[in-house]
């Protein structure tokens, strides 16, 4: 059974960088998108980006300027850097695993619980 | 504003059967296939429908999906207090390449 476990800070200060880990227990790399998935206050759901097991990456174009996903499959995590973020950043962010057949379906089958990430002074 | 739409309520007495739409564009819908997620109050999404009709294990077989041309519907039958949630459809878009959602529907168990 796939678990995964978001971790970071709760409260980023506005210019700095968002940081969150997602750690991956019970399950392989191999084959699978992690996915990074936010939920602003009150409003639905926002894809950020995924990492493939190889390396490969693929970023939210509105977002791409900011962010990076990274993988780590010694430490059995991958992590999500948002840059430069603002009160907009502000949401629960979530971790996902995706499977995916590019250009016909990709769907994301194991979430992580949320952390909630606010962005304050 | 969501690439795909999705009314943002709907409502059913317990017993009931209850259909909530999306609709989306030959870049999404269109080509491929569609997935649906629950979100009950408080928790990460669920994973409720995949492939446009398609249930994980565990999903009962009271939620079924359908999807023709651009658009595509969750049916829930025999409604329960439990289902009351927020629901999310969910496809690849060929043209934004990326993975996009609905806004979300409330469900209300009357």
């Known amino acids: 059974q796939v678990q995964l476990q978001e971790s970071g800070p709760g409260l980023v200060k506005p210019s700095e960088t968002l940081s969150l880990t997602c750690t991956v227990s019970?399950?392989?790399?191999?084959?699978?998108?992690w996915t990074w998935i936010r939920q602003p206050p009150g409003q639905g759901l926002e894809w950020i980006g995924y990492?493939?097991?190889?390396?490969?990456?693929n970023y939210k174009s509105s977002l791409k300027s900011r962010v990076a996903i990274s993988l780590d499959t010694s430490k059995n995590h991958f992590s999500l850097k948002l840059n430069s973020v603002t009160a907009a950043d502000t949401a629960v962010y979530f971790c996902?695993?995706?499977?995916?057949?590019?250009?016909?379906?990709?769907?994301?089958?194991?979430w992580g619980k949320g952390t909630a990430v606010t962005v304050s002074s | 504003q969501s690439v795909l739409t999705q009314p943002p309520s709907a409502s059913g007495t317990p017993g009931q059967r209850v259909t909530i739409s999306c609709s989306g564009s030959s870049s999404n819908l269109g080509t491929n296939t569609v997935n649906w997620y629950q979100q009950l109050p408080g928790t990460a999404p669920k994973l409720l429908i995949y492939n446009d009709n398609k249930r994980p294990s565990g999903v009962p077989d009271r939620f079924s999906g359908s999807e023709s041309g651009t658009s595509a519907s969750l049916a829930i039958s025999g409604l329960q207090s439990e289902d009351e949630a927020d629901y999310y459809c969910?496809?690849?878009?060929?043209?934004?390449?990326?993975?996009?959602f609905g806004g979300g529907t409330k469900l209300t168990v009357l």
């Open positions: 969910s496809a690849w878009d060929d043209r934004l390449n990326g993975p996009v």
């Open positions: 990492i493939y097991h190889s390396g490969y990456t």
């Open positions: 019970g399950g392989s790399f191999t084959n699978y998108y």
């Open positions: 996902a695993r995706a499977d995916s057949l590019m250009g016909y379906y990709f769907y994301m089958d194991v």
